[in-house]
């Protein structure tokens, strides 16, 4: 191929020439996104999980939702920066049953307050200073003795 003086020769790709390969991504790199990722997933985790004044929820230990209970008593965890809960039990079609203010995370009802074989629903909030701070889920229970 003759080339003109102070003219460069044209490059016309090869249509069957394959690009070259990215390199492989440094070790370096790569552990910066994995301590990316994880610093992500912690601040998401805060903000779900954080201590905030919207209420929360009362987590719920026992009966077990849908449980036939025996013995009347019921169990939720503490509320983190409350000391007062309400229980309140009504029947499936909001008739109340009971109702009260504790400074315990647990409360024996009395048997009489229920019939046998009947269906309940429960719940507990957690106050601060008679409001609502946070409240648990709605569980069903029934009553056999």
């Keep these: 191929m003759a080339v003109t003086k102070g003219v460069k020769p044209s490059r ?3 249509p069957k020439a ?13 552990y910066i996104g994995i301590a990316a990722g994880v610093v992500l997933l912690a601040a998401i985790a805060y903000f779900i999980f954080r201590d905030s004044d919207t209420p929360g929820v009362v987590q ?3 009966p077990k939702p849908e ?5 009347p008593a019921f169990t ?3 509320y983190k920066g409350v000391s007062d809960y309400e229980l309140e039990i009504v029947t ?3 008739e109340p049953v009971f109702a009260t203010g504790t400074k315990e995370t647990s409360m024996q009802v009395p048997a009489d307050r229920f019939h046998a074989g009947q269906k309940y629903l429960w719940l ?4 601060v200073q008679g409001e609502a701070k946070a409240v648990s889920h709605i569980d ?6």
Excluded: C, D, H, M
């Design 12 to 14: 016309i790709p090869n």
């Design 76 to 78: 939720w965890k503490p």
């Design 92 to 94: 499936e079609s909001g």
């Design 18 to 30: 394959r690009p070259a390969p990215p390199p492989p991504p440094s070790k370096r790199n790569l």
């Design 140 to 145: 069903r229970f029934t009553y056999q003795p």
């Design 67 to 71: 449980a036939a209970l025996q013995t």
């Design 124 to 127: 507990v909030r957690a106050l």
């Design 60 to 62: 719920l230990r026992s």
